[in-house]
């Protein structure tokens, strides 16, 4: 009997990760990949695994799922009048996609019984991080190359989205977030909603470091604050150019590379930390990561510049 609820969230997974495929409009498909991204939260916690699923939430089925609405009102400005794709290329995509899922699929079937694993040497150390959670002493201890490389993809990503405006109108705000006239029950959300926010968005940064949360998570929830806020009228979207948003954007990063640099002279090399100083460097970068990470995700969301800048 324990396990029908899992046996109802499998089914619910499957049939949610079909939708995604088989729907024959993008913007259904891009809602079924949503759904899909919050019934994997779900599942995550289930596993047990607390900040992977408020990631999922955040990221996956939040933060990438307005990207890809975005595209798709793109799109259907761009595509309209033009004929669809024939059934030839339809069938080639398709036969491409299920070859990669079939390789991925045999990729993890086809591992060892027993994969290696490093958690009971991550688990020996943590002490000598002084951090409680074990997913933040992975990512900003023992794997931080890669949680750094990862902002910077970041700030390749929003370089990419703001270089789609056109060159009379580059530097200014998103129109996208301009409404004719925003509604009153948006209005009031705008205004009763983001202090609460602010405050989980702060809670998740600060808790990361000993337990579930972070920085990706408390960021996303910050992020989506901001946008509440400029989608209601209530602040106006930030012009692209300004001086400010720009050193926000790579604020987070360029503290996380000082730190980085800073470990051939205070500790043992390139992102080591200095005995006893561990978890205060490490707070301190996670509350300038978030930084960035809000203010890259909020303007990856609005778009490029669409207007004639003031």
């Given amino acids: 009997m ?14 949610a990760a079909l939708w995604t495929v088989a729907a024959r409009d993008r913007r259904s498909s891009v ?8 019934l994997l939260a779900l599942v995550w916690m289930r596993l047990y695994a607390v900040d992977v699923a408020l990631t999922e939430a955040a990221v996956g089925g939040g933060a990438t799922g307005l990207l890809l609405l975005r595209a798709c009102a793109r799109l259907d400005s761009i595509d309209a009048g033009k004929p669809s794709a024939g059934r030839t290329l339809q069938l080639l995509i398709g ?4 070859a990669m899922g079939v390789g991925i699929a045999a990729a993890a079937l086809g591992g060892p019984d027993l994969p290696p694993t490093l958690a009971p040497a991550v688990a020996a150390n943590i002490d000598a991080v002084g951090l409680g959670n074990p997913v933040t002493v992975v990512l900003l201890a023992y794997r931080a190359i890669d949680t750094l490389l990862e902002k910077i993809v970041l700030i390749a990503a929003l370089v990419g989205v703001w270089s789609l405006a056109p060159d009379d109108v580059w530097g200014g705000p998103p129109a996208s977030l301009k409404l004719a006239k925003a509604s009153e029950p948006l209005t009031f959300l705008a205004q009763i909603l983001p202090p609460v926010g602010f405050v989980i968005g702060v809670y998740l940064i600060w808790n990361g470091a000993d337990e579930p949360g972070g920085t990706f998570q408390g960021g ?13 009228g209530l602040a106006e979207p930030p ?5 400010l948003l720009q050193y926000l954007v790579v604020f987070g990063p360029a503290v996380f590379l000082i730190s980085g640099f800073s470990g ?3 500790a043992e090399g390139f992102l080591s930390y200095p005995t006893g100083f561990a978890k205060t460097m490490i ?6 990561l978030a930084l960035s990470i809000a203010v890259i995700v909020a303007m990856m969301l609005a778009g490029p510049s669409a207007r004639t800048p003031r």
Avoid at 31 to 38: D, H, M, T
Avoid at 220 to 231: H, K
Avoid at 283 to 288: C, I, K, N, T, Y
């Fill in 239 to 243: 012009e692209t150019r300004r001086a």
């Fill in 264 to 266: 051939f002279w205070l």
């Fill in 283 to 288: 707070v301190a970068l996670e509350v300038a």
């Fill in 220 to 232: 996303t929830v910050l992020a989506a604050m901001w946008l509440l806020v400029m989608l209601a």
């Fill in 31 to 38: 809602i079924g990949f949503i759904a899909l991204g919050l």
């Fill in 95 to 98: 036969f491409c996609c299920a």
């Fill in 2 to 15: 324990s396990m029908l609820p899992d046996l109802l969230l499998v089914m619910l997974v499957l049939g």
